[in-house]
């Protein structure tokens, strides 16, 4: 409903535009830093605090599409003349503002995206999660002899991806920290995949066991046990998982926090997911397929 409704915040990356993330000697309002550009650039850019409040992170689609030295120099320019009120130092130059082995303050990083560029790696993203959750299928399939293990490892997947996703767009604006897409989210979705599916084979692998051991004992009692059995491990790995994401996520500053939040989010559906998408959705497959097989013979 979020996604649908409220969208993703595209980050650069994927929505292209130019980025600079400038530090003040005191601490600023955003919405003052965006009306003051406003005037310079004639339409309004992305003001966002990131990290203390007196840095902020500025995002403005102005003459995206040329990348001149002239157009550089003309953004750079307009941002200092946007900016340049809010500073205490009023010695501040261009100069020292464009450069921060010249001065501490000012611009401290940057990054410009074209949108040609952008539309390139926006749909490479997707290719790759595409790639990754049929690879997936097929591994799972082969590796159990039932395609039935495959296609709910694979809905399981796709379950954890679309929560994570979600996630992103629902607390958007609402946390205070930035929850915008770009290649590291596209990294966390395909990390939370893999630690999701390794979760997901490992009960798998204890129900083939238990039905080698118990060839006529009841197949939901049995794929029940090989559950409870794993329960332990997967709580274990869980827990000890969330813990350095949790340290990570307090301690790792702005620029991480967005893609651990995500790798949280990603780890806690992925445990659910095995346990309470795939593991059901197999027993249903493959309860189907033996009622279809019972019903032919007959």
């Not at 897409?181 to 999701?196: C, E, H, K, N, R």
């Amino acid at each position: 409903g979020s996604l649908a409704v409220r969208h993703l915040s595209l980050g650069v990356d994927f929505a292209g535009g130019r980025t600079y993330v400038v530090r003040f000697d005191q601490d600023v309002q955003p919405e003052a830093v965006r009306m003051a550009l406003t005037k310079q650039f004639g339409s309004e850019p992305e003001v966002k605090t990131f990290g203390p409040n007196y840095q902020v992170k500025i995002t403005t689609k102005y003459k995206v599409k040329e990348d001149s030295e002239q157009v550089k120099k003309e953004v750079i320019n307009k941002l200092f003349a946007g900016t340049k009120d809010f500073f205490k130092d009023k010695t501040m130059t261009v100069t020292k503002f464009q450069s921060t082995a010249t001065s501490p303050l000012g611009i401290i990083s940057s990054e410009i995206v074209g949108p040609t560029m952008a539309e390139d790696i926006q749909r490479s993203a997707i290719i790759a999660v595409i790639i990754s959750l049929v690879l997936i299928f097929i591994y799972v399939a082969i590796r159990f002899k039932k395609w039935q293990y495959g296609l709910a490892g694979l809905l399981s997947l796709s379950f954890d991806a679309l929560i994570t996703i979600g996630a992103f767009s629902l607390f958007n604006g609402i946390l205070p920290f930035n929850l915008e897409v770009d290649q590291q989210f596209v990294a966390a979705v395909l990390t939370v995949i893999g630690y999701s599916i390794n979760d997901t084979v490992i009960v798998f692998d204890r129900i083939r066991e238990n039905v080698r051991l118990y060839p006529k004992e009841n197949y939901g009692k049995l794929m029940n046990n090989a559950m409870n059995q794993t329960l332990s491990r997967t709580f274990n790995t869980l827990g000890t998982t969330l813990l350095t994401l949790l340290i990570i996520f307090l301690l790792g500053g702005e620029v991480l926090r967005g893609f651990s939040f995500s790798l949280l989010v990603g780890m806690t559906s992925g445990c659910f997911s095995s346990l309470c998408v795939a593991c059901p959705t197999a027993y249903a497959l493959i309860m189907r397929s033996e009622k279809k097989k019972i019903e032919a013979k007959k």
